[in-house]
Structures are given as C-alpha cells and as structure tokens.
C-alpha cells in the first residue's frame, strides 16, 4: 500500500506563471489527491486551489506550510478536465491555477464555505399500516388535529414534503413531532435539486423523419472515427437542431456516452432545452450564467454523479464534468459571444475541439454563416465539411429585398419627440410590409443592433456632444427613466437642460435606438401587441424566456430587438423580418466587421418563413452595393467568403495569420503610451533575436476606444502563420516583461481576439 504523499503542488488562481508548493499532515478529513480541491494558507489569509501533482518530496528549501482543508471526498477537477485546462493555460497564457477556477462552478470557488450543499427539504410519510376508521377513532381520540395531518398525507399519496402540508393546513409545529414520536409518520430530509426548467413543458416529443442529406450528415458522424471535427452549414430552416437530436440519440441512447451542446446566447437556451427535453426526458442539465450559484452546482453536481447525461449551456458548460464523453455540438459556432471577455480569454469553440479529441469524442460545429476560420479549416481537409442545402419540409428561404435609406423618406405626419419622423426610420416599403402582415394575423420581427432612445445628444449651436467622464464614447440616451448612460463603464447621468461647454439649450436627440422605434411604432399602431427585447428589457432572470414565450404564444405582433433576436428563433407565424438600419457596425475600425454585419443580415433574415405561409425580408441600408449586404441579399454565403477573404490578404488578418492583441492599460494617459511604446521595441528586439521574422510586431497605437472605465488603452499586435511561435513568444513576453508599479499599469493578452476595439 502507497504511503500518502507528504507533498503537494498547488495551482492557486494568482496572476504568477507557477505551482505552490504545501505539506499534507495527518487529520485532514479527506485524502488529497491530483484534482482535489484544497484550502491553503496564503499571505495573511487562505485561498482555495487544486492539487495538480503530488511528491515525497519539498522542492523548497524551506519547510513549507501546511494544508488547512481537503474538501473533496473525491477529486473535483477529473484527469482529462486538468489536462485540458493545462492546455488553455498554455495557448491562452495564464495560470493554470486560474484556468482551474474557470472550469468550477463559482460555489466550489471560496476558500470561507468550500462545502457547498444541496438544497435539501423535508419529507414525510406514513409509517404504519393505514389504520381502519374504527381504529383511527381510537388512535386519534384525543388528537383531531394529529388525525387531520394524518389524512392530508394519506391522501396526498401517502408521501409528501412538510412545506406541501403547512401550505394546505394549518398547524402546529409540535403535530408532526408527535406523530413522528408515536411511530405514525417517518420524517426526513431529502435533497432537491434546483432545476430552473423543470417546470417547462417542452415542445411534441414527434419524432421526425431526417431528410436525405440529415441523413447523410448524421450516418456520417455516427460512423466517424474518434476526435474526428465536422462543420454543418446548413441555411437557416435546414433542420440543424434534428441533426443535432438525432445524433445524440445514438451517443447516449445506443452507446450509452454523454454529451455537450453549447448554444451561444442564454436567450436561445429555454428554447433549446425544450426540443432536448422532448427528446431526452430530465437527463438533461443546464448550465449558464444566469442562473443562480445554487442552481450552477446542482447541475453540476448531477453531471458529475451521472445523473445527467447531456448538458445545454454557454461557453462555460463546456468545462462540464462529464465522463466517457461521445460528442461536443457548437451550435452557432460563429457567434463572438463563445469568446470569454476576461482572463482566461478562451473561445469555447476551440476548447470544445481540443477536449472531444483528447477524450476521444466528435465535435460538431453547425452554422448557417460559418466563420472564416472554421470554413478554411473545412476547405482545406482539417474539419470534415458536411451540408443541409435545404430548409426542410420543402420551405423556401425568404425573398429578400432592399430599401435604400439615401433616397427621400414618405412624408408621414407626425413627428416624434426628438425630431425624428416615423417615416424617416420605418420607410414606405416596410411600413406597408408591417401593415399587411398585422392584417392578416401574422407576425413580424424588426432588428436594430443598438439599444435605448438615441445614440447621443449634440449641441446644434457648437458640436459639442455629451460624452462618459470614464470612456471614450458619447452617452446613449435612454427612457423610462431619463437617463444618459455609458453602454462600457454604466456612468449614468441625467440629461442637461443646456449645453455643458458654451450653455446653449439647442440640444437635439441623434442617431435611433430600439426604445426609440417602440414609441414610433407604438404611435403609428397603438392596437398593435409590441415586444421589445435587448438588454434593457432582458436584465432579469427569465426575462428571455418570458418574451419569447410570448411570441410563441401568438400574444406579440411585433418583436423589436437587437442582436439576440436574430439567431436560433423558429416561430412559424413569423412571416416578416424587417431589418431598421444594416449600417450599424458595419463601419467600425476591426476587421471583422463586414463578416459580423453579414452574418447578422443572414441570420436575421432566416427567421422568416419558417412556416408555410412562406416569408418576406426588407433590409433598409444606405449601402446596397456593400459585399456583406449584396450577398445577405442572395442568401450567397461561398460568395461572401471569397469577397471577404481578399480583403484579408494584404494586410493579412485571421484566417491566413494568427493575431495575438496586446493591451497596456493605465490611470494615467502618458505612462500607458511609454509602457506601450517600450513593449513594442521589447517585443521587436526579442523577436529578432528569437523568432527571426516568424513573428510580426503591429504597433504600439492607441487602441480603437482608447479609454474605458477610466483607465487609458494602447495595444500590440502579433501576427504569425506558426502557432507554435505565437505561443513562445507571447509566454515569454508575458512572465518576462516588466511592468512599473505606477499608474495602475496592467498589461492583457488576448489570443484570437475576435474584436479589436
């Protein structure tokens, strides 16, 4: 028998590139183990980490400190989940220990409570043969209240919960007491799990028969050889989430594996889990951001103990503790929204590769309007390519149509506050659209990518615009309440009667948010039922799933929103889908920016007609000629990637370099451009010495936004085609680069970033 090892190493969530080193002493209530969570004492204090490696003997010449706590009776972190976070540790370039708190749900986090339970609740239930009536009279003579409760159990099925029973009848605590001391009931505690979709119905479990090419697709993947990673692009309305369905059924049903299916936005999730829940009963987990800590571990908790065999989430359940993994399925692989925007800035679309080919399991990637990184992988033989040409049951992508914004707007009567006219926002074409769709009992779907009323308020009478104390962008305007708010730093101020620079009170309302076309639309079609649905309105827990609910009822007659309405929605009796203004975003400095505008545009377009009334789509733009809406236009996504890809040869972006974005960040505006202005020249001469021209240096220049939550911003640049000299030189900067202890500096590296502002 192994004596217990004396020494651990410890991966601690600190911004140092390095293990620690503690002894294990005897009375710690579990043993510690690679994997398990351990409290240690660190600084003045204790933190909460995981044992990464174990040894009889100390690397330290001095004697080291002592574990406080092993909380696990078995290991938290499983084999393979530690290799895969040693793996983003390494392309990401962060602690392992903070790769670790990443892959743990935020209740195993805390070194003060690191014994997170289950809820528990109290059940009770009959525990003698149920007496006759004639015998009841005598056991409960002196007792009707004893023999109340008695029947109320009896009647609710001989079992039922202390809370079920008080909500039903009033009585004294001391009742159940002594029916329980008489032998007459059994009372215990159980565990509940807090699953927040259990009381969703679902959508028909009717097993639908796949087309020939789902077919194809899903035999395909079924016969795949392990590791194997497939791209589904199938158009909107192609049956993607059958495939999906159909796919697992032969993972978990037949070989008895498990699986996990990202989706990208928690407004996509109780639709998804609905069609999954159909189809797999309660086996089913969820795991994303919006729910509570309980309600996160308890879901974890049953995926670990095998209780679940599927797990639906975002980006984080991709860290799911699952074991005998069969497939990872990215819905929507394209979406930004799988990119974590702090450290570790993973992409959960490459995390889910590596994982399903360490653990021998297929990863399916499926989109309408594919990635340029994931298409180049599938073109040139790294992804297996595979294709839903179709939408199902023999529907027709809708017509498509352009409304130039640069010709005269109809002259509508009315002028909304602000100055800004319904005609103007809501042209002819669509106004018309809008109209006849309402006529006929049909719903329609509006998209404006920006929030609240206006975009900002200007001084007629010297330019000036009301901009963040904190940021380097102006304050959108918002309603209910009156607010000027900072969409980066949420600095909210109310609007100013008069010009804060030369005093002028000619303030006037520019640019249109969707808080904005509400009240327009609110006038023009006061019996009309409007839903708005952007961050403003979806800020609450559930809020999502009510307004959705209320689509799919056929209580809204329009859906306005922003991004989050236009992917992965099916509603039959939708029927119109107007876009406000496709020019939003489409101009800004990052180069991802036509692929987002058409992505968006296709996307958004493929709500409509997914029933068989058939669907229409106006797009109202003031650059009709533009590639990413000309071929929106056509549904011609291999067009779009051919235009696209030139633009991105000279200069070279993603996907024919790797890009790494360097950010210096500092309180002080002239520190931070001298620290950025340094790492330049540090990187270059490192580069030159090390990497020969294998790497390239961009910059030091100040970044897009140069100055968020008070804190000024420069960024590098690196651009490689080795991904492997990426990774050396971008570690080595970071544990070797020195950086002043003045000014609040900071210094970030983001690996495939997928925005650059």
């Not at 490696?53 to 706590?69: C, F, M, N, Q, Y």
């Not at 594919?370 to 992804?383: M, Q, R």
């Not at 009323?453 to 330019?463: A, K, L, R, T």
């Amino acid at each position: 028998m192994r004596e217990k090892p004396r020494f651990v190493e410890v991966a601690l969530p600190l911004p140092l590139f390095q293990n620690f080193t503690y002894a294990v002493e005897e009375g710690l209530a579990n043993p510690v183990v690679v994997g398990s969570r351990v409290v240690v004492p660190l600084r003045n204090g204790k933190e909460i980490g995981v044992c990464v490696g174990v040894s009889d003997v100390s690397p330290l010449k001095r004697k080291p400190k002592a574990v406080l706590e092993s909380p696990d009776a078995e290991p938290a972190v499983s084999r393979s989940l530690l290799e895969l976070c040693k793996w983003m540790s390494d392309y990401y370039i962060v602690p392992l220990g903070v790769a670790l708190r990443t892959a743990l749900p935020a209740a195993l986090t805390g070194a003060e409570d690191p014994h997170p339970t289950r809820k528990t609740q109290r059940v009770v239930r009959i525990g003698v043969e149920i007496p006759s009536l004639l015998q009841r009279d005598k056991v409960f003579a002196r007792s009707p209240q004893q023999r109340a409760v008695f029947e109320l159990i009896e009647s609710l099925g001989n079992r039922t919960t202390a809370e079920q029973l008080s909500s039903q009848l009033e009585f004294s605590p001391s009742v159940l007491k002594s029916l329980e001391k008489r032998g007459l009931i059994v009372s215990e505690e159980e565990e509940v799990e807090r699953d927040p979709f259990s009381s969703r119905g679902g959508i028909s479990a009717t097993r639908l028969n796949p087309t020939p090419a789902q077919q194809h697709a899903i035999d395909t993947m079924s016969s795949a050889e392990k590791g194997e990673v497939f791209l589904l692009h199938g158009i909107t309305g192609s049956g993607k989430t059958l495939v999906y369905i159909e796919l697992l059924r032969r993972i978990v049903d037949e070989r008895g594996q498990t699986a996990i299916v990202l989706v990208p936005e928690i407004a996509l999730t109780p639709q998804t889990v609905d069609r999954f829940r159909a189809a797999f009963g309660d086996r089913i987990a969820v795991l994303h951001s919006a729910l509570s800590e309980g309600e996160r571990y308890d879901a974890w908790l049953a995926l670990k103990r095998g209780e679940k065999r599927i797990v639906v989430g975002a980006r984080s359940a991709v860290f799911a503790p699952l074991e005998n993994l069969g497939a990872i399925i990215v819905d929507e692989e394209h979406e930004s929204s799988y990119k974590q925007g702090e450290t570790p800035r993973y992409h959960a679309r490459e995390v889910a590769i590596v994982r399903a080919k360490n653990e021998g399991a297929i990863t399916l990637l499926g989109s309408a309007t594919p990635s340029l990184e994931s298409w180049a992988n599938a073109t040139s033989g790294k992804f297996r390519l595979l294709t839903l040409p179709e939408r199902v049951g023999g529907g027709r992508l809708p017509k498509v149509e352009v409304i130039d914004l640069r010709k005269i707007a109809t002259d509508y009567s009315g002028m909304a506050e602000g100055g800004i006219d319904y005609g103007t926002v809501i042209r002819e074409p669509l106004h018309d659209a809008l109209v006849e769709c309402m006529d006929h009992g049909e719903q329609s779907i509006l998209l404006l990518n920006r929030r609240g009323y206006s975009s900002f308020i200007q001084c007629i009478d010297c330019g000036a615009v009301a901009t963040c104390p904190n940021c380097s962008i102006t304050l959108t305007h918002h309603r209910n309440p009156e607010r000027l708010i900072c969409h980066y730093c949420l600095h909210k101020e109310d609007p100013r009667p008069d010009c804060a620079r030369c005093g002028g009170r000619n303030l006037k309302q520019r640019g249109l948010g969707t808080q904005q076309v509400e009240r327009l639309l609110s006038e023009r079609f006061p019996s009309a039922r409007i839903a708005r649905m952007d961050v403003d309105t979806t800020s609450g827990k559930w809020a999502h799933t009510r307004i959705l609910d209320r689509v799919a009822a056929g209580e809204v007659d329009i859906l306005l929103g922003t991004q989050m309405i236009a992917k992965g929605l099916d509603f039959p009796n939708v029927t119109l889908v107007g876009v406000v203004d496709a020019d939003v975003g489409i101009n800004l400095p990052d180069f991802r920016a036509s692929e987002r505008c058409f992505q968006l545009l296709s996307q958004v377009s493929g709500r409509a007609g997914r029933g068989e009334k058939g669907g229409r789509v106006l797009i109202q733009t003031r650059i009709p000629s533009h590639h990413a809406v000309r071929y929106a236009v056509s549904h011609d996504y291999v067009s779009f990637v051919r235009d696209e890809m030139g633009g991105r040869v000279d200069p070279p972006y993603p996907p024919n370099v790797r890009l790494a974005n360097i950010v210096f960040s500092g309180v002080i505006e002239d520190s931070t451009a001298r620290l950025a202005i340094h790492a330049g020249e540090w990187l270059r001469e490192l580069i030159t010495t090390r990497a020969g021209d294998e790497v390239t240096v961009v910059g030091p220049a100040p970044c897009p936004i140069e100055r968020i939550k008070s804190r000024w911003r420069w960024h590098v640049l690196l651009k490689t085609e080795h991904p492997a000299e990426m990774t050396r030189v971008s570690r080595y900067f970071m544990e070797r680069f020195e950086i002043p202890s003045t000014a609040q500096l900071r210094v970030t590296l983001d690996r495939d970033p997928v925005a650059l502002l």
